[in-house]
């Protein structure tokens, strides 16, 4: 097993992420989304991390905003002694596919860090549960941001679905933003592909 600490190993991982800075004021940008085998023209508003408006018809507008929110949620800065560091964990397992770091949280989450970066991140909520693969990062300055990763859903032992990221992000007054996501997701229902895409960023106050 490793001679650092579980606790010490993923602080190190985190630390590489690229996250927005305390008090960033979000921004808008211009929306192109492909949705319902087509592409609409919009726009995007996002007032801080978590509070993202899409100005598309209802019908449109709920998974770009869905998905923005999260993109910006995953890239707030939070200490790492108030998120997963608040929670016991340890070294369970390593690999060629790295180190796994099992923590006591709610989730029952367990991650797996390799060349100082989280690869595999598994979460364990009641009904389905989920595995997040990421094959590849994009450098921000020197920290660094996903590019494309495949989520895993399942409930129990029974597959649900499987959907495949590619984020892109721009650089903007020294601020890495979302520059465009597309999700590729099989399921029972067949094979779905959305995706949008963000142009002539601008910041807020």
């Known amino acids: 097993m490793t001679a650092i600490s579980a606790y010490e190993l993923l602080q190190a991982a985190r630390a590489r992420a690229y996250t927005l800075p305390e008090g960033f004021g979000g921004f808008e940008a211009e929306l192109h989304l492909f949705q319902e085998g087509g592409w609409h023209q919009g726009r995007v508003q996002a007032d801080g991390p978590r509070a993202v408006a899409v100005a598309l018809p209802e019908p449109l507008r709920a998974w770009p905003e869905r998905e923005l929110a999260s993109m910006l949620a995953h890239r707030s800065p939070r200490p790492f ?7 016991p964990m340890r070294v369970v397992q390593e690999s060629p596919l790295g180190v796994a770091i099992a923590l006591e949280d709610p989730l029952r989450s367990v991650l797996w860090v390799r060349d100082g970066r989280v690869v595999l991140v598994e979460r364990n909520p009641e009904g389905v549960s989920f595995r997040i693969h990421v094959q590849s990062h994009l450098p921000a300055g020197e920290r660094y941001l996903p590019h494309h990763f495949t989520v895993v859903y399942r409930r129990g032992e029974v597959l649900e679905a499987v959907e495949n990221y590619t984020d892109t992000y721009t650089e ?9 996501r597309a999700v590729l997701r099989q399921d029972r229902e ?9 142009a002539n960023h601008r910041l807020l106050p």
């Open 172 to 180: 903007v007054e020294g601020l890495w933003l979302p520059q465009g």
């Open 81 to 87: 002694e108030e998120s997963e560091g608040r929670y």
């Open 190 to 198: 067949g094979l779905s592909y959305r995706a949008f895409r963000l």
